[in-house]
């Protein structure tokens, strides 16, 4: 008996997932010098670190022999006051990835189902079978969630809804209003977990309070990240808030230095760092313009977006990405996501976008 046996069927039938292709690996496989690559596959910060979490980070090197703080109580401060939440309702995690999982291994065994949305993170499905939960996959309208045939799919056995919003790989969004309406008429045995990982690109008027409808709704739980427009990604530092009742069973479960001590510093020092994230904002709409004033003009289909981050449609996707890799732009393709013909390509800097649009062109040449 081969030792693969030993797990149980719905772990072998997992497929990983796959990051964006590192610029190393990429530089390795076509011969292209490092310099000459331009990755916009991962919905990274193209602005680089925040100046005061750099020099946090520095400060804390000093104490990388000691263990960090296991409650992350300087953090979880910080997120409480900038939030409006209590400390008791927060769970750290290793990106928001681990808050994901963390409400999957939480709450769900094999007799559950979890509810999620076509072309919604590919995470969802797969934190769901690796505790060898039900996934029940909602049809998508105009590559975004519907929220009504969401709440009719819920079963008996349902614990746990995923909403992204905005949602990746798409870049759609649910309307504030949707979203209420959602959590009015979710059955309250059913936690709802709304993915914020974009919530920092959606314009003020965009935006749902989800962290004031956390006293109304103790079912739901809202998962952010500094990955995204706090620049942190190499760092993985995300927090989950919700009730803390649920917080302390997450806590439970969560491994107890699940986030390092130069993230909990830097993340510390980038919440206070309003400037960084308004000029993070201000070059992804400048960008997000740049690229998508350019699709307008070459006649190619795309999905407005409310992210860091356009997918667009052309005939041949694999084709297109091999065309992009080797001549050095790192796009996502989103077959995995069911859509073989669709690519997702980060906002860069302006010249790296200007890249990726030069490259187009000689393509759809």
């Given at each position: 008996?081969?030792?693969?046996?030993?797990?149980?069927?719905?772990?072998?039938?997992?497929?990983?997932?796959?990051?964006?292709?590192?610029?190393?690996?990429?530089?390795?496989?076509?011969?292209?010098?490092?310099?000459?690559?331009?990755?916009?596959?991962?919905?990274?910060?193209?602005?680089?670190?925040?100046?005061?979490?750099?020099?946090?980070?520095?400060?804390?090197?000093?104490?990388?022999?000691?263990?960090?703080?296991?409650?992350?109580?300087?953090?979880?401060?910080?997120?409480?006051?900038?939030?409006?939440?209590?400390?008791?309702?927060?769970?750290?995690?290793?990106?928001?990835?681990?808050?994901?999982?963390?409400?999957?291994?939480?709450?769900?065994?094999?007799?559950?189902?979890?509810?999620?949305?076509?072309?919604?993170?590919a995470v969802y499905p797969l934190v769901t079978q690796a505790v060898g939960a039900q996934g029940i996959e909602v049809k998508a309208v105009e590559y975004g969630h519907d929220l009504n045939a969401m709440l009719e799919a819920i079963q008996p056995n349902t614990k746990l809804v995923f909403i992204a919003n905005p949602n990746?790989?798409?870049?759609?969004?649910?309307?504030?209003?949707?979203?209420?309406?959602?959590?009015?008429?979710?059955?309250?045995?059913?936690?709802?977990?709304?993915?914020?990982?974009?919530?920092?690109?959606?314009?003020?008027?965009?935006?749902?309070?989800?962290?004031?409808?956390?006293?109304?709704?103790?079912?739901?739980?809202?998962?952010?990240?500094?990955?995204?427009?706090?620049?942190?990604?190499?760092?993985?530092?995300?927090?989950?808030?919700?009730?803390?009742?649920?917080?302390?069973?997450?806590?439970?479960?969560?491994?107890?230095?699940?986030?390092?001590?130069?993230?909990?510093?830097?993340?510390?020092?980038?919440?206070?760092?309003?400037?960084?994230?308004?000029?993070?904002?201000?070059?992804?709409?400048?960008?997000?313009?740049?690229?998508?004033?350019?699709?307008?003009?070459?006649?190619?289909?795309?999905?407005?977006?409310?992210?860091?981050?356009?997918?667009?449609?052309?005939?041949?996707?694999?084709?297109?990405?091999?065309?992009?890799?080797?001549?050095?732009?790192?796009?996502?393709?989103?077959?995995?996501?069911?859509?073989?013909?669709?690519?997702?390509?980060?906002?860069?800097?302006?010249?790296?976008?200007?890249?990726?649009?030069?490259?187009?062109?000689?393509?759809?040449?």
């Amino acid at each position: 008996m081969s030792l693969t046996q030993l797990a149980p069927d719905y772990i072998r039938a997992i497929a990983p997932y796959q990051g964006g292709k590192p610029i190393s690996e990429l530089a390795r496989e076509m011969g292209l010098e490092e310099s000459s690559i331009v990755k916009l596959a991962s919905n990274e910060n193209p602005v680089g670190l925040s100046p005061k979490a750099r020099a946090a980070m520095l400060q804390a090197m000093d104490e990388l022999t000691r263990y960090p703080d296991g409650n992350g109580f300087e953090l979880k401060a910080k997120i409480a006051q900038k939030f409006g939440v209590p400390a008791a309702g927060i769970v750290l995690g290793n990106g928001s990835n681990d808050i994901l999982e963390l409400a999957a291994r939480t709450f769900l065994t094999a007799d559950d189902s979890v509810v999620y949305a076509q072309y919604s993170f590919a995470v969802y499905p797969l934190v769901t079978q690796a505790v060898g939960a039900q996934g029940i996959e909602v049809k998508a309208v105009e590559y975004g969630h519907d929220l009504n045939a969401m709440l009719e799919a819920i079963q008996p056995n349902t614990k746990l809804v995923f909403i992204a919003n905005p949602n990746n790989p798409t870049g759609t969004m649910c309307r504030p209003g949707d979203i209420v309406e959602f959590l009015e008429n979710c059955p309250t045995n059913v936690l709802v977990l709304i993915d914020e990982a974009y919530t920092e690109y959606l314009p003020a008027e965009k935006q749902c309070d989800t962290i004031g409808l956390m006293k109304r709704f103790p079912n739901l739980i809202v998962s952010r990240t500094l990955s995204k427009a706090y620049g942190l990604a190499g760092l993985r530092v995300g927090f989950g808030l919700c009730a803390p009742e649920v917080a302390d069973l997450m806590n439970r479960v969560r491994q107890p230095f699940n986030v390092n001590s130069l993230a909990q510093a830097a993340a510390c020092a980038a919440l206070d760092d309003s400037e960084f994230l308004t000029e993070t904002v201000r070059i992804n709409n400048e960008g997000m313009k740049q690229i998508t004033d350019a699709f307008i003009r070459l006649g190619v289909s795309f999905i407005p977006s409310f992210g860091n981050f356009v997918t667009f449609h052309v005939g041949d996707g694999p084709a297109l990405n091999r065309f992009m890799l080797e001549r050095g732009v790192i796009i996502r393709p989103l077959a995995s996501y069911g859509m073989r013909d669709s690519l997702r390509v980060s906002i860069g800097l302006p010249a790296e976008n200007a890249r990726f649009i030069e490259v187009l062109e000689q393509a759809l040449a």
